[in-house]
């Protein structure tokens, strides 16, 4: 490691800095003090949670999409959209609480799977179903409502 630190000290200063903020980070979570390293805030999180709710229909057509073409390069575009997607999920749950954004996420997802699903693959959707996505619209627009209220 010291030989390393001689050859390449541009690197081992970079280093230094990442494990400085790491240990940083975790004496600030220690402490009980979370603000400093709160850079999205609670509005700014429920805009990305919906988008990253959109990169999740499209995911989930995706796969769709996917098994129906066949082929390389058609299975490599769920997997491309889960990385965008969990990258952008863990951003949206930096400002937000751990349960709501995944109620609203999951929630949106299956309402518009269901929904682009009849659109674009011809699945059929029976009026109990559009009941039961409707009560799934509610239950996230409670969620959202009470969560932020106490």
């Known amino acids: 490691m010291v030989l390393k630190a001689l050859l390449f000290p541009s690197r081992w200063e970079s280093i230094t800095r990442w494990r400085g903020a790491i240990e940083m980070r975790c004496f600030l979570r220690a402490s009980g003090n ?3 390293f709160n850079p999205i ?3 700014y999180g429920l805009d ?31 997997i491309v959209l889960s990385f965008v997607n969990m990258g952008a999920l863990a ?52 969620t959202n409502y009470f969560g932020h209220s106490s």
């Open 34 to 36: 979370r603000t400093q």
């Open 41 to 43: 805030g609670s509005a």
């Open 48 to 78: 990305l949670l919906g988008h990253c709710s959109h990169v999740e229909i499209v995911w989930a057509l995706s796969l769709k999409w996917a098994a129906m073409k066949g082929g390389w390069l058609a299975s490599s575009l769920p």
């Open 91 to 142: 951003l949206a749950l930096r400002g937000l609480p751990a349960g709501t954004a995944y109620a609203v996420w999951t929630g949106l997802g299956a309402v518009g799977v269901s929904l682009f699903g009849a659109l674009m693959f011809d699945e059929k959707l029976y009026p109990p179903q559009l009941f039961f996505l409707a009560v799934i619209i509610v239950g996230i627009v409670g």
